[in-house]
């Protein structure tokens, strides 16, 4: 298919109309001039007519032979006069060789003879009639050549209006390649606003758009080049300690030590696999929409996902000797990534059963708030200081309490709850539990529409 494009279709449009208009102009002319010519020549019939009349036509014909004899077919108005009696027999006829008949109608009449139309002015006087005629071809003739003389002017008219819009345009069209030319110079390390002080009104709102998206890429880029400065800064703590420990492993002479030494290595080694692995969901899950299957959805039942989440941690939750329960208080349903609704729920359980300690309990609820879908997960732990609520969501932030216990951690977890919350359009809001006691975190998914 042709790209389209704003000149061409100006151009099209505006020569168009001009064009329409011109012809309409030159018919607009044919006509009027048309019904001035009826009038004026009508008039010509009729005097002739009557002129004709005053005289004696019977013994009519010209006395002698008239030099310049000119036959009505050489001139310009082709006037025919006939007289004849009443009972059709001809008087007199300036057009001997053409044999024409017209009715008897008093007056103005439109005939046909000889296969063409005419104008006739009929005088009836007693036993004779007089006609003049005038064919119609010579009005309509008359009329065309008046009225194409309009052609020629307007058609140049036309060509100085198509020469005036090119260079308008051109001139008009001028600031869109300033603009690419401006956008072209962007690049990830240079992600500058454009200038819009030079930039024409009906330019503005897409450089505009252009520019917020800019802003959002080069913050984009902003962030992701802290997430790998993060990353790298995360990630050298744990291979620093595997160091020490394969250090300390090479030194071990004593076997007990030494069974214990590589049983601390491969934990440091899980610990940084799984740190590993939460970056790069986190990577995932904040990534573009496009990109690819992770991202399918399909309606998710919350309950289902809270009840497979917690049969799949009941083990761990023994372990620790925490009560771990799921309950659908109402079925919910939302249009969502399986995948990624069992992380997000996974982490919470994970972080629940973690800070909550022994003889803890927790609870997964899938239920609506306010008619939206939503899941809490409710535990009797320390729970979250108001002033550290707004932090546990950052990328690493782990708090002081969180670091003093045995827990190990990146502080990773809650970060992915946000991502993969965001993405879906629903809000995470951490409460107190029971009593103001633990920490209940909810997330509340968008209403069904
Ligand atoms: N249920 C909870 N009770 C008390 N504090 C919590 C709870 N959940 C999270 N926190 C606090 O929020 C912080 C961030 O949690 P997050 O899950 O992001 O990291 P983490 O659990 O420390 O590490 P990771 O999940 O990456 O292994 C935790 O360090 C902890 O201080
Ligand atoms: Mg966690």
């Not at 827990?407 to 970060?415: D, P």
Request: with cysteine; glycine share 8%.
């Amino acid at each position: 298919m042709r790209q389209p494009s704003i000149r061409r279709h100006l151009m099209v449009r505006v020569l168009g109309a001009l064009s329409a208009g011109a012809l309409i102009l030159v018919f607009a002319a044919y006509a009027l001039t048309l019904g001035e010519i009826d009038e004026v020549l009508d008039d010509g019939l009729r005097q002739t007519a009557l002129l004709l009349a005053d005289r004696d036509l019977a013994g009519a014909l010209p006395a002698g032979p008239v030099e310049h004899r000119a036959s009505s077919a050489d001139t310009e108005s082709k006037l025919v006069a006939i007289a004849r009696r009443r009972d059709g027999s001809l008087l007199f006829t300036s057009e001997p060789e053409m044999d024409l008949r017209f009715e008897f109608v008093a007056g103005r009449s439109l005939q046909t003879a000889r296969d063409a139309r005419w104008h006739v002015f009929t005088v009836i006087q007693g036993e004779r009639v007089v006609q003049v005629a005038q064919p119609v071809s010579v009005r309509r003739e008359l009329a065309a050549e008046s009225a194409s003389q309009l052609l020629f002017p307007l058609l140049g008219l036309i060509g100085m209006i198509g020469a005036m819009l090119v260079l308008a345009l051109r001139r008009g069209l001028q600031p869109l390649s300033a603009t690419t030319d401006a956008l072209a110079q962007r690049n990830a390390a240079s992600l500058a606003p454009l200038e819009v002080d030079s930039v024409p009104k009906e330019l503005l709102p897409m450089v505009r758009t252009l520019n917020d998206l800019l802003v959002r890429l080069a913050a984009a880029f902003e962030a992701q080049r802290h997430f790998v400065a993060d990353a790298a800064h995360e990630l050298r703590s744990p291979v620093t300690a595997l160091q020490l420990q394969v250090q300390l492993l090479e030194r071990c002479r004593d076997p007990a030590q030494r069974l214990l030494a590589t049983q601390e290595l491969a934990a440091g080694i899980a610990r940084t696999r799984r740190l590993i692995e939460q970056l790069l969901y986190l990577s995932r899950a904040t990534a573009d929409e496009s990109a690819g299957e992770i991202f399918a959805r399909a309606p998710v039942r919350l309950g289902d996902v809270a009840r497979g989440v917690v049969a799949r941690w009941s083990a761990e939750a023994e372990r620790r000797d925490v009560d771990l329960g799921a309950e659908e208080q109402r079925a919910a349903a939302v249009e969502a990534n399986e995948a990624q609704i069992d992380m997000l729920l996974s982490n919470l359980v994970e972080n629940a059963l973690h800070y909550a300690g022994p003889g803890g309990a927790v609870d997964v609820i899938a239920t609506e708030l306010a008619g939206a879908p939503a899941v809490r997960v409710i535990d009797n732990g320390p729970g979250i200081e108001a002033t550290e609520r707004a932090r546990v969501f950052d990328r690493f932030y782990r708090s002081p309490e969180a670091v003093a216990t045995a827990e190990s951690g990146s502080g990773l977890g809650l970060a992915i709850v946000k991502a993969i919350a965001e993405k879906h359009g629903a809000v995470v809001s951490l409460h107190s539990g029971a009593g103001g006691r633990g920490l209940e975190v909810r997330v509340v998914f968008p209403k069904p529409a």
